[in-house]
């Protein structure tokens, strides 16, 4: 192998790998006696220049149109690539933001390092065609992101939550590697690119694949394996929150959708997951809706509705076209901006507080911070799906893609049987319930933007930096600009497929 | 051959049935043992020597012993588990697991291929398995170098855990 | 000579094993032991697999063991690290005592 291409192909990496030692180097060297504080924010500043130098190398890479491929699959950086990787690297750099404002223990360079390292295992994630560095980047993401959970040593239900998302994630990762086990007897390979010039079709591969989406589904938080969610969101550090339901999705759905694109053609392999998939998106749409109705506290809501969006995505999946594949990656892209934000402006707003979160907590946050309340108001609309804001688009797209798929029948036996039924059923029930995600959205807007009287748990402005203010600004602006002017991004990740 | 497979895959069974249905923790560490001794003994026979060697040095040697500190940290040191040791919702775990291996079996029973395979006669050198590591999954290796990090980062915070933790929020 | 199936029924029955241990024991460490198990049970069908495959040479199938002892060792030494952090505040490690969590 040529060395000198993987270190060209990694470097956008390699520099952020030197910065999180630089954070880490810095930290040990230099601030002992400083307060965490400041400690955590110097450690932000290194490891924020780390990632805007690797988003410059990216973006020369990508001028140039360079494709980068290593051996067997490990890496496949063509212009998707690339953009999947700046994508993640762009949310780390928002969340980094984020996290400098407030630090949850004396650590304060290890929870910038650790975040650093869980989004590059995202990249590798992201971008790979092999199923052992799927593996490896997988759990260099969920190691890093079950340490970061448990990141605030002070509380007992942080360190709770950690190990509940321990336990369910490393029965995930059992169940991936058993999968993949199943893959390598099946076809002999490790390389997925390999799979469409194969044309048997054991139950070996069947199951295979059937266990390996268990293992992502856990990723995505698809039910059934969605237990975790609502307890990781409430009790993890808000960054880290905000990027367990940013970065660790998006990589994730890159990763499904590379998978499901390259199984062997053919109605076989079609309907041997169809029906499992299908089953999870309505159970997720069910479950997560409903269970975001009855919630009181507004980080547990937006788990919930995490849940529901996992749902939503697999929509585009199921629908099994190139449009379909794309809708779903253009979905989770912009959900993912939104959550960010929303999460963002939350800890923002409370995580210095002793208020834990529920939802009265932010009352009266549109007098104090106008500007961030109405950052929060585009983040959670664009979430519910209201035009124009990118949200809808996605929903839009993802809907389209599976009604094209439907065989037009004016007999209406036909349209409703089979795969048409469920593509029929699917999209109707997701129009009934964005419908009633509505209602958990607007009571969260209700608490922000329309009650007179201030909470007392509401932090003040002091220590949010222009830096983190622009970060909020800019992902409410990527959110508007993503729902009015949707087609040049689409049209780039329809060109993938 | 087939007579040390019957012994082998006998005492791995045992030794997994042993960690996970003991009461005793102490006990259930050493089933585990058991079972990764047991299961090397299996890669052996499999002509996977190297492995079988890196399974006893990495799970026999790191893994139970990491294990057994874990148990003395957290239940004293006769890791007698009484109290939390009962099942939790035995029936339907039992249940689920029990569909979940009939899955599992699935390919072995119609998988006609599966029966026809015979082992070929090559067996794993160490060099050949170094320069795979080197060539084409340098990059993974390099991969799995960072998850080590994050490992080591994640283990240290989480199980430190400063008692000052509180304090040093007071003071920003 | 054992045939492959024999392993893989061996894989499979192991693998449940572990899901049992995980499904109905409530002492963490139990479950973390369960894990560990089921990834071992992955490892002997990798092994077997590259055995009995036709493209020995490639080495994947134990190069991917290679990798999961490794990286179940990492996530053995995170695990007990959370497990020992949730000692700290409950003085337990029976997951159904921790229930501060609900919704």
């Known amino acids: 192998?040529?060395?000198?291409?993987?270190?060209?192909?990694?470097?956008?990496?390699?520099?952020?790998?030197?910065?999180?030692?630089?954070?880490?180097?810095?930290?040990?060297?230099?601030?002992?006696?400083?307060?965490?504080?400041?400690?955590?924010?110097?450690?932000?500043?290194?490891?924020?220049?780390?990632?805007?130098?690797?988003?410059?190398?990216?973006?020369?890479?990508?001028?140039?149109?360079?494709?980068?491929?290593?051996?067997?699959?490990?890496?496949?950086?063509?212009?998707?690539?690339?953009?999947?990787?700046?994508?993640?690297?762009?949310?780390?750099?928002?969340?980094?933001?984020?996290?400098?404002?407030?630090?949850?223990?004396?650590?304060?360079?290890?929870?910038?390092?650790?975040?650093?390292?869980?989004?590059?295992?995202?990249?590798?994630?992201?971008?790979?065609?092999?199923?052992?560095?799927?593996?490896?980047?997988?759990?260099?993401?969920?190691?890093?992101?079950?340490?970061?959970?448990?990141?605030?040593?002070?509380?007992?239900?942080?360190?709770?939550?950690?190990?509940?998302?321990?336990?369910?994630?490393?029965?995930?990762?059992?169940?991936?590697?058993?999968?993949?086990?199943?893959?390598?007897?099946?076809?002999?390979?490790?390389?997925?690119?390999?799979?469409?010039?194969?044309?048997?079709?054991?139950?070996?591969?069947?199951?295979?694949?059937?266990?390996?989406?268990?293992?992502?589904?856990?990723?995505?938080?698809?039910?059934?394996?969605?237990?975790?969610?609502?307890?990781?969101?409430?009790?993890?550090?808000?960054?880290?929150?905000?990027?367990?339901?940013?970065?660790?999705?998006?990589?994730s759905v890159f990763f499904l959708v590379k998978l499901i694109a390259a199984l062997p053609p053919g109605p076989e392999t079609a309907t041997m997951i169809f029906a499992p998939l299908a089953t999870a998106a309505i159970f997720s749409m069910l479950i997560g809706n409903l269970g975001a109705l009855r919630q009181s506290n507004l980080k547990r809501l937006l788990a919930y509705a995490s849940i529901a969006n996992g749902g939503y995505l697999l929509i585009g999946l199921l629908a099994g076209s190139p449009d379909g594949y794309a809708a779903s990656i253009f979905y989770v892209v912009v959900y993912a901006l939104a959550n960010?934000?929303?999460?963002?402006?939350?800890?923002?707003?409370?995580?210095?507080?002793?208020?834990?979160?529920?939802?009265?907590?932010?009352?009266?946050?549109?007098?104090?911070?106008?500007?961030?309340?109405?950052?929060?108001?585009?983040?959670?609309?664009?979430?519910?799906?209201?035009?124009?804001?990118?949200?809808?688009?996605?929903?839009?797209?993802?809907?389209?893609?599976?009604?094209?798929?439907?065989?037009?029948?004016?007999?209406l036996g036909e349209l409703l049987s089979g795969r048409n039924g469920w593509l029929v059923f699917l999209v109707c029930l997701a129009l009934v319930m964005s419908v009633i995600s509505l209602y958990y959205y607007v009571l969260a807007l209700k608490a922000f933007l329309v009650s007179e009287d201030e909470s007392p748990h509401l932090d003040d402005d002091e220590g949010i930096s222009p830096g983190i203010k622009l970060c909020v600004f800019a992902l409410a602006l990527l959110v508007l600009i993503l729902g009015v002017y949707p087609g040049p991004f689409m049209a780039f990740l329809q060109a993938a497929f | 051959m087939t007579i040390a497979f019957y012994v082998f895959a006998s005492v791995a069974l045992l030794g997994a049935i042993l960690a996970v249905q003991v009461t005793n923790l102490v006990r259930a560490v050493f089933g585990l043992l058991l079972f990764f001794g047991a299961l090397a003994g299996l890669f052996l026979l499999l002509m996977a020597e190297f492995l079988a060697a890196v399974q006893i040095l990495v799970y026999v040697g790191a893994v139970g012993i990491l294990m057994l500190f874990a148990i003395m940290l957290t239940q004293r040191v006769t890791g007698d588990d009484r109290r939390g040791g009962g099942s939790r919702g035995g029936f339907w775990g039992f249940l689920l697991a029990i569909a979940t291996f009939c899955f599992v079996l699935l390919p072995v029973l119609r998988d006609a291929h599966l029966h026809e395979q015979s082992a070929t006669g090559a067996s794993l050198t160490t060099k050949l398995l170094g320069e795979r590591l080197m060539d084409p999954y340098a990059l993974t290796l390099e991969v799995t170098a960072l998850l080590l990090t994050a490992a080591l980062l994640g283990a240290i915070v989480v199980a430190k855990g400063t008692s000052e933790d509180g304090e040093g929020e007071e003071n920003e | 000579m054992i045939g492959l199936e024999h392993f893989t029924i061996l894989a499979a029955l192991l693998f449940c094993i572990g899901l049992v241990g995980v499904l109905t024991r409530r002492n963490a460490i139990i479950v973390l032991i369960g894990i560990e198990i089921m990834l071992n049970a992955a490892n002997l069908n990798f092994i077997a697999f590259w055995r009995y495959g036709e493209n020995t040479e490639a080495l994947s199938g134990p190069l991917f063991a290679l990798f999961a002892i490794a990286v179940a060792a990492a996530e053995v030494a995170v695990g007990l690290a959370l497990v020992i952090a949730v000692y700290r505040h409950y003085r337990s490690v029976d997951v159904d005592k921790l229930k501060s969590l609900k919704g």
């Not at chain 1, 979160?357 to 983040?379: N, V, Y």
């Open chain 1, 340 to 411: 960010v934000g929303a999460f963002g402006v939350i800890g923002l707003l409370s995580d210095r507080m002793k208020g834990d979160g529920r939802l009265e907590d932010f009352s009266g946050s549109w007098r104090r911070h106008p500007g961030l309340s109405f950052a929060f108001l585009l983040f959670l609309l664009s979430s519910a799906g209201i035009p124009p804001l990118a949200g809808f688009v996605g929903k839009y797209y993802l809907f389209y893609s599976a009604f094209d798929q439907v065989e037009m029948s004016y007999v």
């Open chain 1, 1 to 251: 192998m040529d060395y000198l291409t993987l270190l060209e192909a990694t470097l956008p990496d390699l520099i952020v790998v030197v910065a999180l030692f630089a954070a880490l180097g810095v930290d040990y060297g230099l601030c002992q006696g400083k307060s965490p504080h400041e400690r955590g924010r110097i450690a932000g500043e290194v490891s924020s220049i780390g990632l805007l130098l690797a988003l410059c190398c990216l973006a020369f890479q990508w001028m140039q149109g360079s494709v980068f491929e290593i051996a067997e699959g490990q890496l496949n950086l063509d212009a998707t690539g690339l953009a999947a990787k700046a994508i993640v690297y762009g949310l780390t750099l928002a969340v980094i933001r984020f996290a400098t404002r407030h630090c949850p223990t004396t650590h304060a360079s290890e929870y910038h390092a650790l975040i650093l390292l869980s989004a590059l295992g995202m990249g590798f994630l992201a971008t790979t065609e092999n199923l052992l560095l799927a593996f490896v980047a997988l759990e260099l993401v969920s190691l890093s992101l079950y340490a970061l959970v448990a990141f605030k040593t002070s509380s007992p239900q942080s360190a709770e939550a950690g190990l509940k998302y321990f336990a369910f994630g490393g029965v995930a990762s059992a169940f991936f590697v058993f999968g993949v086990s199943y893959l390598y007897g099946a076809t002999g390979s490790l390389d997925i690119g390999t799979w469409s010039d194969w044309s048997d079709r054991s139950t070996l591969f069947a199951l295979g694949l059937v266990f390996v989406l268990v293992g992502l589904g856990f990723k995505v938080a698809v039910v059934p394996f969605h237990l975790w969610a609502p307890d990781v969101y409430q009790s993890a550090p808000t960054p880290v929150a905000a990027w367990v339901a940013s970065g660790s999705k998006v990589a």
